[in-house]
C-alpha cells in the first residue's frame, strides 16, 4: 500500500523585516506534535538550541509541566530577532511511520525564490537538516556547504548567504550544546 501524499499543515512564518530564513524539510506526524508550529516534537532540539544561545538556558521555550513547548514566547523572539521559518517540501510522502527525513519522498518542494520575494530583508538562508540543504542546493545551483559554513549566492539582485546546519533533530548524533555552537556561530555572522 502506497502511504497517502500530506501538504505543509502550517503557514510560512514571515516577519515582514525578517532578516534570515531558516528552513527546515517537513514537520513530523501530527501525533508528535506539542504545540501549532515549527519544530514541534518535544524531542527536537532546535528551541532548545536557541533558548541555550539566546537566553543561557537550554529550557527557557520548554514548558515541562505541561509537555510542550512556549509557543508565545518563541513567536515573541522569532518577530523580536527577524527570523523566518518554513520548510523545503510543500507535499511529502512518509515512507515509513517516523519522522525521519531520511524515509521522506519529497513529492513537490517549496517555490524558496517565491518565499524570498515575500521577504525583502533577508540576507541569509539557514538549512537545519541534510535533506532541506539538497532542496536549497539544487533549486539556487549554488555549491554545498560544509556544515556549519556558507556559500554566497544571488537572486534578483540580492545577495544572499546560505548556512548549512546541523539537524536538530536528537537522530543527529552530536550533542546539544555542539550543536549549539554551530548556531551561536551563524548568529553571530548575521543580522540577528
Known sequence: MINPIETHPL??????DATL????SFPPQRKRWSMEFYY???????????GLIFFNDKEFFVDGENKRFRLDE???FLANNHIALYDTAFAV???????SDK????VQQTDLRALLTQI?????????????????????DIPEPAIGFYSEFSIDNRSLRFYRMPSSSRAYPLKLETKAEF?????SQTSV
Open 120 to 140: 525583502p530583508e533577508c540576507k541569509t538562508v539557514v538549512a537545519t537538516g541534510q535533506k532541506a540543504t539538497d532542496i536549497i542546493v539544487q533549486q539556487f
Open 21 to 24: 530564513l531558516m528552513l527546515g
Open 74 to 76: 518563541i513567536i515573541k
Open 11 to 16: 503557514k510560512p512564518f514571515l516577519p515582514a
Open 40 to 50: 514541534p516534537n518535544l524531542n527536537n532540539d532546535m528551541w532548545r538550541i536557541m
Open 183 to 187: 548556531y551561536r556561530k551563524l548568529f
Open 93 to 99: 510522502r512518509r515512507l515509513n511511520d517516523n519522522a
Open 103 to 106: 524515509f521522506l519522498e519529497v
